[in-house]
C-alpha cells in the first residue's frame, strides 16, 4: 500500500473494534533475547501460512484449517475447509480493509471468511481448474472491488474480479513463469505485483496479470519459497540456503541472514517492516534494505508462514506451530514505552463492526458464484 501502510491501516481497524556476489555483513548479530512466545495450537497439524485482518492474525494450514488470534488465543474459526473435505490450505490474503480472508489449497480450494458478517463462501474449482492452488493475493474492499489473484502448482494464474453483482468474474489463464510451480504471488497496488517460481524465475505485471517480464534471477541457484513485493523497486524473495534477494528495481542482491546456511521458506513485507521465517524456527527480522536480524526461538520446527500485524506478529508452522509477539504500539504505545494518543487513533478508525467478545466461527455458508466475462 502506498503512503499508509497495511499495519497502519488495520491498527486503525483494530482500535475501532476494540549482482551474483553474496552481500556481506548482511545477517545481523543473533540474538535469544526475544519477545517471541509460542503460543498454545488449537491443532498439531502443519500450518503452512498467514496473514493479519480487521480481527488480528490468521492462518491457514493441513485439514483446511483456519485459526485466528482472539483475546483468549488462537481458535479455529473453519475446520475442513470451504468444501467441508479437509483439503490442505496453503496460501492466504486479506483485503486491504482487512474484512475479508481468501484462503487456497489442494484440488483447487478457494475460500473466502468476511470477519464482521462471520461468512464463509466457497469459490473452489473456478472453471474447472483443480491443481492445487500455491498461494493467492488479493487488493481491494472486502466484498465491493476485489481483484484477487490465484496460482498453482501447474505454473497458472487466474485472475478474479469482483463484479456489482457479487459474482467474481474470471479472466483468462495464463503462465507467467512458463509452466514452473509458482509457490508465491505478492501485489503491492491493484495491478502491479510479481511472483516467484521453483525454477529461479521472477517476474512482474503492471497491468493486472495481463502480461509478465522476467526479471531475475539468471545467477539463483537455490529454490525459491516465497516472495514479498513492496513496489516496482523493492522486492524480496525468500530462497534457500539462508538468503533473501533483494531487486531495486534494476538488479538483484542475493542476502545471506541465516548463519547455518537454513532455507527461508516465508517472508512478508510492510513499508519498512520486514519478518522472514523458515527452518529450524529461525526468524529474521528486517533492520534496513540489505540488514536482517536473525532470532533463535528454541524450537526445531519448519515455519512456513509469517505475517507482520497490527496486534501481534506471528510465524506458523509444522506441527501446529504458532509463534507471536505483541506488535509495537499494540498496547497504546510506540514500541518504545510511550504513550500515544489512542483517541486519534479511534476518530481515523475504518468502520468495520469486527466482533471482540464472541469467539469468531461461521454464522454463514454461502455458495460462490463465477462467470465468464461479457
Known amino acids: 500500500m502506498s503512503e499508509q501502510t497495511r499495519r497502519d491501516v488495520l491498527q486503525f481497524a483494530t482500535a475501532s473494534a476494540a549482482t551474483g556476489v553474496l552481500a556481506l555483513g548482511s545477517a545481523a548479530a543473533q540474538t535469544n533475547e526475544t519477545e517471541w512466545q509460542q503460543a498454545d495450537s488449537p491443532t498439531g497439524k502443519a500450518l503452512n501460512d498467514a496473514v493479519d485482518t480487521a480481527a488480528g492474525p490468521f492462518a491457514v494450514g493441513a485439514d483446511g484449517n483456519v485459526l485466528a488470534r482472539q483475546e483468549d488465543g488462537w481458535q479455529t474459526v473453519v475446520a475442513y475447509g470451504p468444501q467441508a473435505r479437509s483439503r490442505r490450505l496453503t ?36 472453471n474447472g481448474k483443480t491443481s492445487t492452488w500455491e498461494d493467492c493475493t488479493v487488493r481491494g474492499t472486502a466484498g465491493e472491488n476485489e481483484r484477487l489473484y490465484f496460482v498453482n502448482g501447474s505454473g497458472e494464474l487466474l485472475v478474479g474480479i469482483r463484479q456489482d453483482s457479487g459474482a467474481i468474474e474470471y479472466a483468462e489463464v495464463s503462465k507467467p513463469g512458463g509452466g514452473s510451480t509458482i509457490p508465491a504471488i505478492d501485489c503491492h497496488s491493484r495491478d502491479v505485483g510479481h511472483v516467484c517460481s521453483t525454477s529461479q524465475f521472477v517476474a512482474e505485471t503492471v497491468d493486472g496479470g495481463e502480461t509478465w517480464e522476467q526479471i531475475g534471477i539468471d545467477f539463483a541457484g537455490g529454490a525459491f519459497f516465497d516472495l514479498a513485493s513492496q513496489s516496482e523497486r523493492d522486492v524480496n524473495v525468500a530462497a534457500g540456503s539462508g538468503i533473501v534477494y533483494r531487486y531495486d528495481g534494476f538488479r538483484w542482491t542475493p542476502h545471506v541472514v541465516d548463519d547455518a546456511r537454513r532455507a527461508v521458506r516465508a517472508i512478508d513485507r510492510d513499508g519498512a517492516d520486514g519478518l522472514a521465517a523458515g527452518d529450524g524456527g529461525a526468524l529474521y527480522e528486517r533492520q534496513s534494505a540489505g540488514q536482517w536480524r536473525q532470532y533463535e526461538t528454541g524450537i526445531e520446527s519448519k515455519l512456513d508462514g509469517v505475517a507482520t500485524g497490527s496486534s501481534y506478529d506471528v510465524a506458523v508452522g509444522d506441527g501446529g506451530t504458532i509463534l507471536e509477539r505483541a506488535a509495537a504500539g499494540s498496547d497504546g504505545s510506540d514500541g518504545d514505552g510511550n504513550e500515544t494518543n489512542s483517541t486519534a487513533v479511534e476518530t481515523t478508525a475504518l468502520a468495520l463492526d469486527v466482533p471482540d467478545a464472541d469467539p469468531l466461527s461461521v454464522e454463514h455458508y454461502v455458495e460462490g458464484e463465477w462467470i465468464t466475462p461479457a
Open 91 to 126: 496460501g492466504v490474503d486479506a483485503t486491504d480493509d482487512g474484512g475479508a480472508v481468501w484462503f487456497v489449497g489442494g484440488s483447487g480450494v478457494i475460500g473466502e471468511y468476511d470477519v464482521e458478517t462471520q461468512t464463509l463462501t466457497n469459490y473452489s474449482a473456478p
